[in-house]
């Protein structure tokens, strides 16, 4: 009998775990789950014979190795820093491991090994990194068989709150992990446009964001995200003008949330605050530097009514007691307050965007395509952004299992057509579907 072990079971895995469970049945496989509270699945499925839970610490070596030991894949959606716990066991005992990360420079250290083992670790197999690669490298194929010339390709990306439960002016809701909303464009990017290259710091990410039009939901602003060049080769887009890779948000969240950035509220580092008892305008005082809180904030935000209208809306001013306790950067005391003023009620649902931007020559005539995707949650459990991170894993994990998908060792990310294709058409097949345009 076939043990899929997964490790994480956040906001990201309801749509993975209910896949799992469904082919389980069918193929006679056990889905394993690690994590620190299993309650939620056990109240939400019951007693299931193909399933078992463990509250097994990632941090022990024993558990965790015997699990990896005896399992035939490995899923991990446990926070990127942590994959390569797992994945060092997983090239231990030659299993096969599927994330939706980035993947980082200790795991593509693991290349070659992994390849004399003839062990597949799949990273970049979620949404953004993920879906995004499959759906580019689709049109990409298709357009070098119409022996087409791309000279232009931009991918954007955003989870959003969908129009209908949109009911805050930053016009967003939390649907994924409420840090990597704070963290969002840390990373800072590079990309390339018009034949210049850009590197853009994390303190200047969200200024001056351009924007797309979205049919039926309208303008969005996007800010670049990451290093788009190191996808270069990836997509053999060896000789295109631009490319770039970026997110999604809305035009108001982009001109805030820059304040937040230049205020240091994001900051992960430096100060750390005992908050018990400590309130908000103390905080913000002190970050400021400043005895008079409104007044700095009018020279801040000066003519910039619609940002001001948006921090204001956060109560950041306000003389509640934080109380999340001791050592709390400001980061964290910036989630503390998002995750409640973002918060997704029961009924909300969030949407997903994506959208590809390609130009290209054939036969001498420039051609400008766009596809795109938009997917909507079900509510705050079954969101759209679950199912767009989970449904690829899972799928692929099928794929392995039942062998459709044999052959492929090492270190990657979905960018070959033995991969994209099957992924590509079980998700349409679960409405996950690309519309394309010839503008």
Same mark, same amino acid.
């Given at each position: ?118 062990? @597949? ?126 997110? @999604? ?22 100060? @750390? ?10 905080? @913000? ?155």
């Amino acid at each position: 009998m076939k043990k899929i072990l997964l490790f994480g079971a956040g906001k990201s895995s309801s749509f993975l775990i209910k896949y799992l469970i469904q082919h389980a049945a069918e193929n006679n496989w056990v889905v394993q789950i690690v994590d620190q509270n299993t309650k939620h699945i056990q109240d939400k499925y019951g007693v299931v014979n193909h399933l078992q839970l463990f509250t097994t610490d990632v941090f022990n070596n024993a558990e965790r190795a015997e699990l990896i030991q005896h399992a035939e894949l490995v899923i991990s959606l446990l926070p990127p820093s942590l994959h390569i716990v797992v994945a060092k066991d997983c090239l231990l005992y030659a299993k096969n491991l599927i994330t939706a990360s980035y993947v980082s420079d200790e795991i593509k250290a693991m290349d070659a090994e992994l390849k004399e083992k003839k062990v @597949l670790f799949m990273c970049e197999m979620g949404l953004d990194p993920g879906i995004d690669h499959m759906s580019a490298m689709k049109i990409i194929d298709e357009i070098a068989k119409e022996n087409g010339e791309i000279f232009e390709f931009k991918s954007h990306c955003g989870g959003l709150v969908a129009p209908e439960s949109d009911t805050n002016p930053w016009h967003y809701k939390i649907s994924w992990n409420p840090r990597n909303v704070i963290t969002a464009g840390a990373a800072g990017a590079h990309f390339l446009l018009n034949k210049q290259e850009y590197k853009i710091d994390y303190p200047q990410i969200f200024k001056n964001n351009q924007t797309i039009q979205v049919n039926g939901i309208g303008q969005l602003a996007y800010y670049p995200n990451r290093d788009s060049l190191s996808y270069q080769a990836l997509y053999d887009l060896k000789n295109v003008d631009t490319l770039e890779r970026t997110t @999604l948000r809305y035009p108001a969240y982009s001109a805030a949330w820059q304040y937040i950035i230049d205020m240091g509220l994001t900051n992960e580092k430096g100060k @750390l605050y005992d908050t018990e008892n400590l309130t908000f305008e103390a905080w @913000l005082q002190d970050v400021l530097q400043t005895n008079n809180v409104a007044e700095k904030l009018n020279s801040i935000f000066g003519n910039d009514a619609v940002s001001q209208k948006l921090f204001d809306y956060l109560d950041l001013t306000s003389r509640q007691f934080i109380n999340i306790g001791t050592q709390k950067s400001n980061a964290d005391i910036l989630q503390s307050v998002i995750e409640q003023k973002w918060k997704m009620q029961d009924t909300d649902k969030d949407m997903i965007v994506m959208q590809h931007e390609f130009k290209y020559r054939k036969a001498g005539k420039a051609t400008y395509l766009k596809s795109t995707l938009i997917v909507k949650g079900e509510d705050k459990t079954y969101t759209a952004m679950a199912k767009t991170v989970g449904l690829p894993m899972a799928i692929l994990a099928k794929l392995i299992l039942t062998e459709k998908v044999t052959a492929l060792y090492g270190v990657n990310i979905p960018v070959m057509q033995k991969v994209y294709a099957p992924v590509l058409q079980e998700l349409v097949e679960q409405g996950i579907i690309f519309e394309e345009e010839i503008v």
